[in-house]
């Protein structure tokens, strides 16, 4: 069996792909892949301590989010 020269195609996953495709698909597929992990990593901690969650302070805000994301964008340009 004739290993291949490219060094990307080893693996579980055929990383080789990635690379033909263009810089959009490619930034979307890994940004998927992170927003996949990141749930992944949420519902694992939400199942293992649920009473974390529970009884949860609420807190007043009191910066340019009161405004929402327009708010919040004046603020940062004015510093």
Same mark, same amino acid.
Request: positive net charge.
């Given at each position: ?25 490619? #930034? ?36 340019? #989010? ?5 708010? #919040? ?7």
């Amino acid at each position: 069996m004739m290993k291949s020269d490219n060094t990307t195609d080893y693996g579980l996953f055929k990383i080789g792909a990635l690379y033909k495709l263009s810089a959009i698909k490619r #930034s979307i597929i890994i940004w998927l892949c992170f927003q996949g992990i990141l749930w992944i990593i949420f519902g694992i901690s939400y199942i293992t301590n649920k009473e974390a969650w529970l009884n949860v302070v609420i807190v007043d805000p009191v910066t340019a #989010s009161v405004g929402g994301w327009w708010s #919040s964008q004046r603020m940062v340009a004015k510093t």
